[in-house]
Protein backbone atom coordinates (compact mmCIF):
# COMPACT_ATOMS: atom_id res chain seq x y z
CA UNK A 1 0.00 0.00 0.00
CA UNK A 2 1.69 3.45 -1.11
CA UNK A 3 0.88 5.96 1.56
CA UNK A 4 2.29 9.35 1.03
CA UNK A 5 4.31 11.25 3.58
CA UNK A 6 2.66 14.22 5.38
CA UNK A 7 5.84 15.39 6.69
CA UNK A 8 7.57 14.94 3.05
CA UNK A 9 4.62 17.17 2.00
CA UNK A 10 4.79 19.30 4.42
CA UNK A 11 8.34 20.80 4.19
CA UNK A 12 8.42 20.12 0.16
CA UNK A 13 5.09 22.72 -0.34
CA UNK A 14 7.01 25.06 2.23
CA UNK A 15 10.05 25.23 0.40
CA UNK A 16 8.27 25.00 -3.22
CA UNK A 17 6.83 28.34 -1.84
CA UNK A 18 10.38 29.80 -1.05
CA UNK A 19 11.94 28.45 -4.10
CA UNK A 20 9.30 30.72 -6.14
CA UNK A 21 9.96 34.07 -4.41
CA UNK A 22 12.53 35.94 -6.37
CA UNK A 23 14.43 37.91 -3.73
CA UNK A 24 14.69 34.58 -1.92
CA UNK A 25 15.29 31.45 -4.52
CA UNK A 26 18.95 30.55 -2.28
CA UNK A 27 16.69 30.50 0.55
CA UNK A 28 14.35 28.41 -1.56
CA UNK A 29 17.43 26.05 -2.54
CA UNK A 30 18.32 25.44 0.58
CA UNK A 31 14.90 24.61 1.42
CA UNK A 32 14.06 22.09 -0.91
CA UNK A 33 17.89 20.29 0.09
CA UNK A 34 16.46 20.17 3.46
CA UNK A 35 12.70 18.89 2.26
CA UNK A 36 14.95 16.27 0.09
CA UNK A 37 16.76 15.10 3.52
CA UNK A 38 13.40 14.88 5.14
CA UNK A 39 12.72 12.34 2.78
CA UNK A 40 15.60 10.48 2.45
CA UNK A 41 14.99 10.55 6.42
CA UNK A 42 11.51 8.99 6.16
CA UNK A 43 12.98 5.93 3.94
CA UNK A 44 16.49 5.45 6.61
CA UNK A 45 14.21 4.82 9.05
CA UNK A 46 11.79 2.34 7.75
CA UNK A 47 9.16 4.39 7.86
CA UNK A 48 7.82 4.88 3.77
CA UNK A 49 8.82 3.09 0.71
CA UNK A 50 10.84 5.70 -1.74
CA UNK A 51 7.92 5.70 -3.75
CA UNK A 52 5.79 7.42 -0.59
CA UNK A 53 8.47 10.51 -1.03
CA UNK A 54 7.90 10.69 -4.73
CA UNK A 55 4.09 10.99 -4.52
CA UNK A 56 4.62 13.06 -1.89
CA UNK A 57 7.23 15.47 -3.96
CA UNK A 58 4.31 15.52 -6.65
CA UNK A 59 1.61 16.29 -4.49
CA UNK A 60 3.23 18.97 -2.98
CA UNK A 61 4.05 20.31 -6.03
CA UNK A 62 0.47 19.91 -7.27
CA UNK A 63 -0.96 21.80 -4.58
CA UNK A 64 1.31 24.75 -4.72
CA UNK A 65 1.47 24.99 -8.86
CA UNK A 66 -2.90 24.98 -8.09
CA UNK A 67 -2.32 27.50 -5.47
CA UNK A 68 -0.54 29.51 -7.34
CA UNK A 69 -2.76 29.32 -10.68
CA UNK A 70 -5.53 30.66 -8.29
CA UNK A 71 -3.98 33.32 -6.78
CA UNK A 72 -5.92 36.19 -8.65
CA UNK A 73 -9.20 34.62 -8.09
CA UNK A 74 -8.03 34.16 -4.28
CA UNK A 75 -6.88 37.50 -3.78
CA UNK A 76 -10.19 39.12 -5.81
CA UNK A 77 -12.01 37.23 -3.07
CA UNK A 78 -10.07 38.35 -0.46
CA UNK A 79 -10.11 42.01 -1.23
CA UNK A 80 -13.81 41.31 -1.70
CA UNK A 81 -13.98 39.82 1.79
CA UNK A 82 -12.26 43.16 3.19
CA UNK A 83 -14.33 45.72 1.28
CA UNK A 84 -17.28 44.29 3.15
CA UNK A 85 -15.80 43.96 6.13
CA UNK A 86 -14.59 47.62 6.17
CA UNK A 87 -18.43 48.96 4.66
CA UNK A 88 -20.07 46.90 8.21
CA UNK A 89 -17.16 48.47 10.39
CA UNK A 90 -17.96 51.91 9.42
CA UNK A 91 -22.29 50.61 9.34
CA UNK A 92 -21.61 49.61 13.05
CA UNK A 93 -20.09 52.38 14.38
CA UNK A 94 -21.70 54.95 12.62
CA UNK A 95 -24.80 53.51 14.59
CA UNK A 96 -23.50 53.84 17.90
Known amino acids: MIRNSQHTTVVFAFAW ?10 VGFVA ?3 ASLVGVNRVYVGVHYPIDIIG ?41
Do not use: K, P
Open 32 to 34: LIL
Open 56 to 96: AVGASLLGFTSVYAARGTVMNFASLCIHIENRLRTALFRAL
Open 17 to 26: SLFYLHDRWR
